[in-house]
């Protein structure tokens, strides 16, 4: 059974608002792919638009330009070594997908291969060409069109990071393969946190 639901488009920022290192899939004709990155973040809330570095060298790159979309799957920590794996081989060689029996379901709108498994949320965008910022920075822009959270993770519009769900909970690469995991939540308004700490007289 599928814990994941539709997230309103408007809170769909709030997906990647924190920096986790994403997992973009692409896929144009027969072909397809999947790859990590660690740049992306949201532009603008209404419609909900992202940015996401990708090198023009990568086999990623080639199939999102010739379909114009492609997906952001957000991985829970569960999936950190995958993540790595699949950050550190090109798509050209060998089908990651079949390689690492990944199973994506086709996305709702543009019917790019989306992950669940594993994954706390994603969102299915389309690309919006910026040529200039393409070549010049590897700076892709999309609107998303689709979104959707497991709701052990992610409900009513916001991350619920607890001691119960550590495997759903987004990670940010550190480098060399280190991870951080994201929880210690707590409330900006809780007064241990708000108050300043007196100092000795």
């Known amino acids: 059974m599928s814990h994941f639901r539709e997230v309103a488009l408007q809170h769909a920022s709030r997906l990647i608002n924190h920096g986790p290192t994403v997992l973009v899939t692409s896929a144009h004709g027969t072909a397809r792919n999947v790859m990590a990155a660690a740049w992306s973040m949201p532009v603008e809330f209404v419609p909900p638009r992202i940015s996401v570095v990708i090198d023009k060298k990568t086999y990623t790159r080639e199939l999102i330009m010739a379909s114009g979309g492609f997906g952001i799957c957000i991985p829970g920590s569960a999936l950190a070594a995958l993540t790595h794996a699949v950050g550190s081989e090109s798509g050209r060689t060998v089908d990651k997908f079949a390689h690492y029996g990944l199973q994506a379901r ?8 989306l992950l669940e498994q594993g994954c706390a949320a994603w969102l299915e965008c389309r690309l919006i060409p910026e040529p200039h910022t393409e070549d010049a920075y590897d700076t892709c822009f999309a609107e998303v069109v689709a979104a959707a959270a497991d709701e052990r993770v992610f409900q009513n519009g916001h991350w619920r990071f607890g001691d119960d769900n550590r495997e759903l909970q987004t990670i940010h690469h550190l480098g060399g393969g280190n991870f951080v995991r994201s929880g210690g939540m707590f409330y900006a308004g809780d007064a241990a946190m708000a108050r300043p700490q007196a100092k000795p007289a």
Do not use: T, W
Not at 106 to 113: A, H
């Open 106 to 113: 086709n996305g709702p709108v543009l019917g790019m291969p």
